[in-house]
């Protein structure tokens, strides 16, 4: 395994080392050690590498990720794999604000807790939380697939459009146009398959399903009067 | 933007490194503020019936000059003055309103930073490392500091309308965000007799802290009546004189990450504020929640 020491050379550097290897590079594994907390660490990858951050790193760490796999093996600051579009990104400890915003594929693992606005305005990655999610998480979600193990706190779902939220605890209470809905037997596949893609052992029988009214986000002649 | 940072030291052996320790976590929140820092210690505190004020004038050359003299002549008591630029700390065997009132009449161009027994503060315009040279922040001993990097939105660069903000003993405050009714709340709490120097939002919140204190309530109280009337946006750090608190509104949309060790308390706005700090890997490291009070120290 390659190893950059990131409070030796800086984020621009270790960023331009790991943007300049394709698939075939010899090396394809990656240790990053003395994360300190910087931002934007392993952004914009673009290549199935393995990469592993050694310590909590700061906003938007594994941002736009296409391909690569990436552990951060500590806690994550603000906006944590926001816009991937594949891959995976998964975090040991919890993860700050908007994880997975505005995300358009792969899986975000997260194993602790993840705070407010978790999976924000997602479209379409999936992302698993091991622990409890913050307000507003899953605002505005298009597409994709929320599962949090533990409880999630206000405003759930507010405003959804078609993701999909899987919780296992308490909702602190659902946002505008978010209601609970039955669990199918394609949904408790679709969520084992996930929960093991993440390697988290949840019984899924104990979550429910939560997803959109659709009474929000059609215009609707009756609410003219609101406009 | 702006950035917070704040350092309570649960271990006494620490105190001599006070500075080392904090100076490093305000130059790291400069991205975030590199319009002026400051900085608030809590060090050294005076005998009961003494106060320690921290002033700041355009023109210390003439201000501090005879300064001492003048004080011991009008109070006939000792005064002890130790200028640092601008800024100047002094000691004086008297209470703090009535030395207050003296200042403003005999020294009207100078302004009062800061006033306690145990608080000094210092703040400028300019990049944070330079404020923290200027003022010697890396060797500074004491319990806890709390700092503030601005980023100006709300009023103008200024040293006056640099944080922290002190308006009552031993009490100041830094704030991260902005408060949509602090015109209103002033004007409440003028008619009070609280005093206000700035247009500033975050010096409301401070005035607030201070009539809430002043009125008997405790720290946490205080706090709590802050998250039922400032409204906006906010994450608060908060000290006192053995006290230091944290807390962040009901949104919650302005960062802010809680360390704490065997030995020390870290709150700031982005963590790499903290990873500098010994044993920051393997501390219990949080984000504080929204609507709810988080504090160390005599707080009760």
């Known amino acids: 395994m390659a190893e950059l020491d990131l409070k030796a050379t800086g984020v621009r550097s270790v960023n331009s080392t790991l943007h300049g290897l394709t698939a075939g590079a010899n090396e394809q594994d990656w240790l990053i050690k003395n994360p300190m907390g910087q931002h934007a660490i392993a952004c914009g990858l673009d290549a199935p590498l393995n990469v592993t951050i050694d310590g909590h790193v700061g906003f938007y760490c594994g941002g736009m990720n296409q391909q690569a796999v990436i552990t951060i093996q500590g806690h994550a600051g603000v906006g944590v794999a926001e816009n991937m579009m594949s891959g995976q990104v998964r975090v040991t400890g919890s993860a700050s604000d908007a994880a997975g915003a505005t995300a358009h594929g792969g899986l975000l693992v997260i194993e602790g807790d993840a705070s407010s606005r978790c999976g924000i305005s997602m479209k379409g990655v999936n992302i698993v939380v091991g622990g409890s999610v913050g307000h507003m998480s899953g605002f505005m979600a298009q597409s994709g697939l929320l599962v949090v193990c533990g409880d999630a706190s206000d405003a759930l779902g507010d405003s959804i459009y078609e993701a999909i939220l899987f919780v296992a605890g308490k909702v602190g209470s659902l946002g505008a146009d978010c209601i609970e809905k039955e669990m199918r037997p394609e949904h408790l596949i679709k969520l084992a398959d996930l929960l093991e893609a993440a390697g988290l052992d949840q019984d899924p029988a104990r979550f429910r399903r939560y997803g959109s009214a659709r009474a929000l986000y059609n215009f609707d002649i009756d609410n003219v009067d609101a406009y | ?300």
């Open chain 2, 1 to 300: 933007m702006c950035g917070i940072v704040g350092l309570y030291l649960k271990d006494q052996n620490l105190q001599a490194s006070l500075g080392a320790l904090f100076a490093p976590m305000l130059i790291e929140m400069t991205d975030r503020g590199p319009d002026s820092a400051g900085f608030a210690i809590y060090r050294d505190p005076v005998g009961e019936h003494q106060t320690k004020f921290t002033l700041a004038s355009d023109d210390p050359d003439s201000d501090w000059k005879n300064l001492g003299t003048d004080i011991t002549k009008a109070f006939d008591c000792a005064a002890r003055i130790d200028p640092q630029g601008d800024h100047a700390v002094v000691v004086i065997d008297a209470e703090a309103v009535a030395a207050q009132a003296w200042l403003g009449k005999n020294r009207p161009g100078v302004r009062v930073v800061g006033s306690g027994r145990s608080i000094e503060i210092f703040k400028q315009t300019g990049l944070p490392k330079d404020v923290a040279e200027q003022f010697k922040l890396a060797s500074a001993r004491g319990s806890h500091a709390i700092g503030h990097t601005r980023m100006a939105t709300e009023s103008a660069v200024t040293t006056a309308g640099s944080h922290p903000f002190a308006t009552g003993l031993d009490l100041c405050l830094v704030h991260n965000g902005s408060l949509s009714n602090h015109n209103h709340l002033r004007r409440q709490l003028e008619r009070s007799g609280i005093v206000f120097q700035t247009e500033n939002d975050t010096e409301v919140a401070a005035g607030f802290m201070t009539l809430k204190l002043r009125q008997g309530l405790s720290l946490h109280e205080a706090l709590e009546a802050g998250l039922v009337e400032l409204d906006g946006f906010y994450t608060f750090c908060v000290g006192t004189a053995d006290g230091f608190a944290v807390v962040r509104d009901p949104i919650a949309c302005k960062h802010a990450v809680l360390a704490e060790t065997e030995g020390w308390v870290a709150m700031a706005t982005e963590y790499r504020a903290i990873a500098h700090l010994p044993g920051a890997d393997t501390a219990r490291i949080w984000e504080p929640e929204p609507h709810k009070i988080y504090t160390w120290g005599s707080v009760h």
